[in-house]
């Protein structure tokens, strides 16, 4: 079981220095903390003196870099200038929205704005299902999710169905969600009233169809993905507004 654990934590620290040396800091700060604490537990079953000095020489370096990442963040966040942007590559596959955003998602989340011109079709209204599953899943304390969406001409009264129909479920676990029908809008993008925008080149439809007994047709870890950007944002001022 240590030896899983240690091979476990090893993968994810190779995944922090990578996604650190590639400028994705909130990405690599998340495997940071992942990685390290997994060291820790195996360090308490480790029995070799040895080994367990060299963990520990390990980890305090690890920890130090983390650190000095969260403080790099933290500090761009203060002054209003946090950008950080990564590629998703055609046909990659853990880019869940767990992955993506899960990261996001804190005790001062409260409100959700998504601007996407494109939850439409079936899977579209699935993708922002799955989305609102993330967020409101405890211990999350978001209340009001606000989507403000493009109308499906041919099918306006299945979009309306489907999304009132989502209205309704989230309600019942205390939140609200209000859609916003709207003909002009083009952008992509997700504001968090906790500061961080999220903009996602194709929006939340960037994974490709697969299979119904397919790995990835439920974990979307395994999904094969569209070629997009994501640009995150962090304003050092959110605008909240009541509704």
């Excluded at 990685?35 to 040895?50: A, P």
């Excluded at 409101?136 to 209340?143: A, D, E, G, L, R």
Aim: aromatic share 10%; charged share 30%.
């Amino acid at each position: 079981m240590a030896e899983g654990m240690e091979t476990s934590a090893i993968s994810v620290l190779k995944s922090a220095v990578e996604l650190d040396g590639n400028g994705r800091f909130t990405e690599a700060l998340a495997c940071y903390r992942e990685g390290i604490q997994l060291l820790m537990e195996v360090m308490k079953v480790t029995k070799n003196d040895v080994k367990v000095k060299a963990m520990r020489e390990r980890i305090s370096e690890y920890m130090t870099r983390a650190e000095k990442l969260k403080d790099h963040i933290e500090e761009d966040k203060k002054a209003g200038r946090y950008h950080e942007q990564y590629h998703i590559a055609k046909d990659s596959k853990g880019h869940s929205y767990k992955t993506v955003f899960g990261k996001f998602i804190d005790e001062f989340l409260t409100e959700v704005d998504v601007e996407d011109p494109y939850i439409r079709s079936t899977h579209q209204v699935y993708n922002f299902l799955r989305f609102c599953e993330l967020i409101i899943k405890p211990p999350s304390k978001v209340k009001i999710i606000t989507l403000t969406t493009g109308s499906d001409e041919a099918n306006v009264q299945q979009q309306k169905s489907r999304l009132e129909e989502l209205k309704e479920s989230v309600a019942k676990h205390g939140v609200k969600l209000n859609v916003i029908y709207s003909s002009t809008l083009h952008d992509r993008e997700i504001r968090f009233n906790n500061g961080w925008i999220i903009k996602i080149g194709r929006g939340l439809d960037y994974f490709k169809p697969t299979g119904k007994f397919a790995l990835g047709f439920c974990d979307f870890d395994f999904r094969l993905c569209h070629e997009t950007t994501v640009d995150i944002f962090h304003s050092k001022h959110t605008k909240t507004a009541e509704r």
